[in-house]
């Protein structure tokens, strides 16, 4: 074959991959990456996940307004989610509603799940529900606030993000799919104040590991984002650590952070970098 011919064949291969991409290929990715369910519902250890207890539960939350329980959403079907369908499992990532009626509660994100598009919500979907059943009984979480009576109304149809459009791709990644903008946006009056304060930080984090804030990751002085090169934001969400060595505490969901591919990092620190400089929150 002529040389410049085999070019055009490798190129096009290349650019027709996320295409050929399976449904299970795709949810492995993201569930693994910047998704990262397990990073609620696999108990974490100080090395990363519990080997073994992928998806099998644990307590996530212990505050005044609510004590969660992140539930078993294995396949085990006395105490996983084993008896769901596709679509029911579904409706629960995006409109959180269970297969019963019921409405799941916080801090699962689902304000940014449901505008997760169609095939994207579907491949986690098939991930999950292939991960080996856990058998894990997990007690009921409690809400001390009013819940919603729904997150809005039946999420009909998401189309799939573009990657070309690298910095709507990116706010796809740092919203709907890593809701990386829920923990880093401070609640004003018990609502995310997207409107004036994106990225600003300060949200507290308890757990085994004391309390952790929150960055800032505006452009904002008070932050350090802007001070890193682009490389160095990468491995900074990469790794958890920064440039000076210092690490970042749970939850930033590092160890799935991990695999996130170049194509997708340079997206997010493309859209990190539009947000407007904004003082600390909090
Ligand atoms: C920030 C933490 C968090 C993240 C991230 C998260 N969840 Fe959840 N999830 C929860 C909590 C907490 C509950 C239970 C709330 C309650 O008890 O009402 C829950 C409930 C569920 C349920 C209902 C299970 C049942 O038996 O009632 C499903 C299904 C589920 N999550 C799937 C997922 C999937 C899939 C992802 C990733 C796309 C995900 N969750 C990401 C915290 C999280
Ligand atoms: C569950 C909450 C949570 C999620 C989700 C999350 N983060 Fe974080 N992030 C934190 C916390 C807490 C810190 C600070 C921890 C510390 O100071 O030790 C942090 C720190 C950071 C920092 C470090 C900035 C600095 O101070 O040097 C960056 C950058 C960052 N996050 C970006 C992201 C991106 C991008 C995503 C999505 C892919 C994301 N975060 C998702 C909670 C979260």
Same mark, same amino acid.
């Given at each position: 074959?002529?040389?410049?011919?085999?070019?055009?064949?490798?190129?096009?291969?290349?650019?027709?991959?996320?295409?050929?991409?399976?449904?299970?290929?795709?949810?492995?990715?993201?569930?693994?990456?910047?998704?990262? =369910?397990?990073? =609620?519902?696999?108990?974490?250890?100080?090395?990363?996940?519990?080997?073994?207890?992928? +998806?099998?539960?644990?307590?996530?939350?212990?505050?005044?307004?609510?004590?969660? +329980?992140?539930?078993?959403?294995?396949?085990?079907?006395?105490?996983?989610?084993?008896?769901?369908?596709?679509?029911?499992?579904?409706?629960?990532?995006?409109?959180?509603?269970?297969?019963?009626?019921?409405?799941? $509660?916080?801090?699962?994100?689902?304000?940014?799940?449901?505008?997760?598009?169609?095939?994207?919500?579907?491949?986690?979907?098939?991930?999950?529900?292939?991960?080996?059943?856990?058998?894990?009984?997990?007690?009921?979480?409690?809400?001390?606030?009013?819940?919603?009576?729904?997150?809005?109304?039946?999420?009909?149809?998401?189309?799939?993000?573009?990657?070309?459009?690298?910095?709507?791709?990116?706010?796809?990644?740092?919203?709907?799919?890593?809701? =990386?903008?829920? =923990?880093?946006?401070?609640?004003?009056? $018990?609502? +995310?104040?997207?409107?004036?304060?994106?990225?600003?930080?300060?949200?507290?984090?308890? $757990?085994?590991?004391?309390?952790?804030?929150?960055?800032?990751?505006?452009?904002?002085?008070?932050?350090?984002?802007?001070?890193?090169?682009?490389?160095?934001?990468?491995?900074?969400?990469?790794?958890?650590?920064?440039?000076?060595?210092?690490?970042? +505490?749970?939850?930033?969901?590092?160890?799935?952070?991990?695999?996130?591919?170049?194509?997708?990092?340079?997206?997010?620190?493309?859209?990190?970098?539009?947000?407007?400089?904004?003082?600390?929150?909090?």
């Amino acid at each position: 074959m002529h040389t410049l011919l085999l070019a055009a064949v490798i190129l096009a291969a290349t650019v027709s991959h996320s295409v050929a991409e399976t449904l299970l290929e795709r949810g492995t990715y993201l569930v693994n990456g910047i998704v990262a =369910c397990g990073n =609620c519902h696999t108990p974490q250890t100080p090395g990363g996940p519990a080997p073994g207890r992928e +998806f099998a539960g644990t307590i996530i939350a212990d505050m005044p307004e609510f004590t969660a +329980f992140a539930p078993n959403i294995t396949p085990d079907k006395a105490t996983g989610i084993g008896n769901w369908s596709k679509a029911e499992l579904i409706r629960a990532i995006r409109e959180g509603i269970r297969p019963d009626g019921s409405l799941i $509660g916080p801090p699962m994100p689902f304000s940014m799940y449901r505008h997760l598009s169609d095939r994207d919500v579907e491949a986690i979907a098939t991930y999950v529900m292939q991960v080996p059943a856990v058998s894990n009984a997990v007690p009921k979480s409690e809400y001390r606030i009013p819940l919603p009576p729904a997150y809005g109304p039946p999420v009909a149809e998401v189309p799939e993000p573009r990657p070309e459009n690298i910095i709507d791709y990116g706010a796809y990644l740092a919203g709907p799919a890593g809701h =990386c903008l829920e =923990c880093h946006t401070p609640m004003v009056a $018990g609502r +995310f104040d997207y409107d004036s304060q994106t990225g600003a930080g300060g949200l507290k984090f308890e $757990g085994p590991w004391g309390i952790s804030v929150a960055s800032n990751i505006t452009p904002h002085p008070d932050g350090r984002v802007a001070d890193y090169s682009d490389a160095e934001l990468a491995t900074v969400i990469r790794t958890g650590v920064r440039p000076d060595g210092s690490r970042i +505490f749970p939850p930033m969901g590092v160890h799935y952070y991990a695999s996130i591919n170049d194509r997708d990092m340079a997206a997010l620190v493309a859209f990190i970098r539009t947000l407007k400089p904004k003082p600390n929150g909090g």
